[in-house]
């Protein structure tokens, strides 16, 4: 039995995209050219690696054991191209993922701090809601992820296939307009956010989940004024006076010191711890062993 790189390639992107047509696209190659290469490869392996669901191919058992075993293949394959074009620099494409919070206020300062410690320049960023990071890892679609909130409750969301460590922290605040009521009163207690409409993040958000986990459970009357994905619009719609929002300090700071926004002080701890994650089974090629290092030494430089 020979597996071809090929083979493997094609296996990854129809396991990631869950569709002939979309694996296609992706692979520049097509239909039928996929749909054999995945004929033959379960034919030499004398298993099926997919169920067909509407129209979706879906990993089965076996599909599932050979997809970290391909990734690390693959993976090697570009590490031995790269390492003898490379004169003995750091090599290999390294694939990262981050929360909304992480991704824009954090993941650029990273990455320019690793750039100039390793001279490495070929990563790339994805950056999305904390479930869908999490998604990506899973699917080998990622490396790394670094994001917010849900490692805490990882077996709660099928996470135990993902290593998952502590890394930085940050710590939320309750913001609003400059003219709101409560901007003008001193001393604010739960009680003053009784029967107000929040500004939240779509489902999936570390942000959100923080919210429903840390200030819904303490109010008897709330509603949600609109669900958006981008902390920048939440933060447009609460200056605008659509709601009260939550959201992380450091992505409130400069609407905050800008006078766009008014931070309300409460009595209460809104610290959020932020997570550095990958998966088990993922291979720990050099890059991805010096990333991952030098990221849980990393620190903010104010």
């Avoid at 094609?10 to 995209?17: I, P, R």
């Avoid at 003995?88 to 991704?103: F, M, N, P, Y």
């Avoid at 992505?251 to 926004?261: E, F, G, P, T, V």
Wanted: with cysteine; charged share 20%.
């Amino acid at each position: 039995m020979s597996l071809s790189l090929r083979q493997l390639q094609v296996f990854v992107a129809v396991a990631q995209e869950k569709t002939i047509t979309a694996a296609s696209g992706l692979l520049f190659l097509s239909k039928p050219a996929v749909s054999m290469a995945i004929t033959e490869l379960e034919s030499q392996l004398g298993h099926k690696l997919f169920e067909r669901v509407n129209n979706r191919l879906i990993l089965n058992d076996q599909g599932r054991r050979l997809l970290p075993m391909a990734d690390e293949l693959l993976t090697r394959s570009d590490e031995i191209t790269k390492v003898l074009n490379s004169d003995g620099e750091l090599s290999g494409h390294l694939r990262l993922g981050a929360s909304d919070t992480i991704g824009n206020q954090l993941v650029p300062f990273l990455l320019r701090d690793f750039r100039a410690q390793s001279n490495h320049i070929d990563q790339e960023l994805v950056i999305s809601n904390s479930q869908s990071i999490i998604d990506r890892l899973l699917a080998f679609e990622l490396d790394i992820g670094l994001i917010e909130g849900q490692g805490e409750n990882k077996h709660h969301l099928g996470n135990d296939d993902l290593h998952m460590q502590p890394w930085l922290s940050d710590e939320m605040c309750i913001v609003c307009a400059i003219d709101h009521p409560l901007a003008q009163k001193a001393g604010i207690t739960l009680f003053d956010l009784e029967n107000h409409a929040w500004l939240l993040r779509e489902t999936g958000s570390g942000t959100r989940e923080h919210f429903l986990s840390r200030i819904a459970p303490r109010l008897e009357d709330w509603t949600v004024a609109f669900e958006l994905r981008t902390t920048e619009a939440i933060i447009n719609c609460a200056a605008a006076g659509l709601g009260l929002a939550y959201l992380s300090t450091l992505a409130a700071r400069h609407a905050i010191s800008n006078k766009r926004l008014h931070k309300l002080t409460l009595p209460l701890d809104l610290r959020r711890q932020y997570w550095l994650a990958h998966h088990k089974s993922k291979h720990h090629s050099l890059l991805f062993e010096r990333f991952l290092t030098f990221t849980s030494e990393w620190q903010v430089n104010d």
